[in-house]
């Protein structure tokens, strides 16, 4: 049977990362899946899944990359995965915006996450951004899926809350779908 | 007459929601005035709203015509406690904002708007705007509710980008350029 991977890894950014570790996959006979690669700054980040074909197996993917990771310039981490682990998240929870900016200072990505880990608010993108300049804003979007029973509207109240205490400004906004 | 200082963010006074403006007010004509002033000492700015100044009254001063290559119909508009009366389509262009002088973004918008306000003269008037224009006024009632553009983004990686140049008012103008405050 075919062996699901997911593989993580970081390293400097240059021209040709992607190229040259998708072509060990593509050599090796693999079937990309889902994928999500990034520039943060000057940090390049991977988070692929595939298939390894039969008859080969993860320690050969893992050999490959071994052999290329010095050239790669990024550590590369590969898992097996199971076939729960493959399944996609809950499409029909409701997806919120939460949108969370205000003058930069330690402690607001803690504090407004761990109230969303206390509603039992489910993550699926995070992304922050700290401005340049003397007095630099940070600034937070997630996407989030709301657990049974918590509205958008509880969601709003209770995180502004957290907000004002942070001294931080927070919107929440659905996620809205045309269906055509 | 004066050039009035711009709040930026993360000043709080921005998120304060703004009072009706009393039309008998006496120092409106001059608020006015200064509010002019202050957007056309701004290259590129195409609108102000009075928050923006500290001064927390429903009033919003739009020309887009300082732009030229944005379309345009109605020139400079002073537009007193505006209302929005109606609004239809959706538009996704990008927008700067004297007060978030780091960023522009992506913010999605009417397409086209009806607003009542209330005029220089006095006089209630009805607008009828559409694209760059809709979306200046959008952009400056936000400010009379303390709403910024970030609070209309969905994703910092698609949405939200560093200014690399200042107020040029040609940036992106297949895009419509640069919105006003």
């Known amino acids: ?72 310039g990024m550590s590369v981490f590969v898992r097996e995965l199971s076939e729960e682990e493959l399944d996609e998240e809950d499409e029909d929870a409701e997806a919120f915006i939460v949108s969370v900016y205000g003058a930069d200072r330690p402690g607001i990505v803690a504090g407004i996450t761990a109230e969303l880990a206390r509603l039992g608010v489910n993550l699926t993108d995070v992304e922050t951004r700290k401005t340049p ?18 509205s958008g509207d509880n969601l709003k109240s209770e995180l ?21 | 007459m004066a050039v009035l200082p711009v709040l930026v963010y993360p000043d709080s006074r921005l998120k304060k929601v ?6 008998e007010d006496e120092s409106l004509a001059g608020l006015i005035e200064d509010l ?27 020309d887009v015509s300082r732009n030229p290559n944005m379309k345009q119909k109605h020139g400079l508009m002073i537009l007193i406690n505006p209302e929005l009366l109606s609004q239809s389509g959706k538009n996704t262009a990008r927008e700067g904002c ?22 220089r003269e006095g006089s209630e008037v009805i607008i ?44 992106d103008s297949d895009q419509g350029g640069q919105a006003g405050s």
Not at chain 1, 160 to 180: G, H, M, P, Y
Not at chain 2, 134 to 160: N, P, Q, W, Y
Request: charge should be negative; aromatic fraction near 4%; hydrophobic fraction near 45%.
């Open chain 1, 1 to 72: 049977m075919a062996v699901n991977v997911v593989l993580t890894g970081v390293g400097h950014d240059r021209v040709g990362i992607v190229a040259e570790l998708s072509k060990i996959l593509y050599e090796l006979g693999c079937n990309l899946l889902d994928s999500s690669m990034t520039l943060l700054r000057s940090e390049f980040a991977v988070i692929l899944m595939a298939q390894i074909p039969d008859g080969k197996s993860i320690d050969d993917l893992k050999e490959r990359l071994a052999a290329a990771e010095e050239r790669l």
């Open chain 1, 133 to 150: 300049g003397d007095r630099p804003i940070f600034m937070m979007v997630l996407e989030v899926t709301l657990p049974p029973g918590l």
């Open chain 1, 160 to 180: 502004q809350t957290v907000a004002a205490e942070l001294q931080v400004d927070l919107s929440v906004n659905s996620v809205e779908v045309a269906d055509l």
């Open chain 2, 18 to 23: 703004s009072a009706p403006v009393d039309l």
């Open chain 2, 36 to 62: 002019l002033e202050t957007m056309n000492s701004s290259p590129g700015c195409i609108g102000i709203a009075a928050p923006q100044c500290d001064i927390h009254k429903r009033l919003i001063v739009v």
């Open chain 2, 98 to 119: 004297l007060s978030l002088p780091h960023l522009t973004a992506n913010v999605t918008r009417a397409k086209r708007i009806s607003v009542k306000a209330t005029n």
């Open chain 2, 128 to 171: 009828d705007a559409s694209g760059f224009e809709a979306r200046a006024i959008l952009h400056e009632m936000d400010h009379l509710d303390g709403i910024l553009f970030l609070d209309r983004v969905s994703s910092l990686k698609t949405d939200v980008f560093r200014r690399k140049r200042y107020l040029t008012g040609t940036e």
